[in-house]
C-alpha cells in the first residue's frame, strides 16, 4: 500500500537549516509529483513547495510559495525514492508540521491539496531562540 515518511524535523534557532525526508513506499514514485505542505497552529494548511514527476513534461519542473522561494530548495533522488525539501534561513514563522505528499496524476506541480491523494504523518519543526 502506497505510503509516505517525513523524517528530519526538530528545533534549531533562527537562522538554521533543516532538511526533511519524504521516503516513498508502495508505488512508483518517480512517476508522480511529490509536495510539501506545512500547517501552523491556528492556521490553515498552506502547500509551499513541489517537485514534477521525473519523466515527461514536467521533468524537473518545481514549485515554491512565495514564503519559501530563496531559502527552501526540493529535490528527488529516485534511487532511494526519497524526496528533500531542504531548509535554509529558518525563521520562527517557518514552526509548523510539515507534510509530504503525492500527486493524484502523473502531470501535476503546483500547491493545490485537491491534486494530491496520499499524504505522509507530519514531522514537526519549530524555529525559536
Known amino acids: 500500500q502506497a505510503h509516505l515518511v517525513e523524517s528530519g524535523g526538530g528545533l534549531v534557532q533562527p537562522g538554521e537549516s533543516l532538511r526533511l525526508s519524504c521516503a516513498t513506499y508502495?508505488?512508483?514514485?518517480?512517476?508522480?509529483?511529490i509536495g510539501w505542505f506545512r500547517q501552523a497552529p491556528g492556521k490553515e494548511r498552506e502547500g509551499i513547495s513541489c517537485i514534477g514527476s521525473s519523466e515527461g513534461v514536467t521533468r524537473d519542473s518545481t514549485y515554491y510559495a512565495d514564503s519559501v522561494k530563496g531559502r527552501f530548495t526540493i529535490s528527488r533522488d529516485d534511487s532511494q525514492s526519497t524526496v528533500y525539501l531542504q531548509m535554509n534561513n529558518l525563521k520562527p514563522e517557518d514552526t509548523a508540521v510539515y507534510y509530504c505528499a503525492a500527486t493524484r496524476t502523473r502531470w501535476y506541480v503546483g500547491p493545490d491539496e485537491k491534486e494530491y491523494d496520499t499524504w505522509g504523518q507530519g514531522t514537526q519543526v519549530t524555529v525559536s531562540s
Open positions: 508502495g508505488f512508483i514514485s518517480e512517476w508522480y509529483g
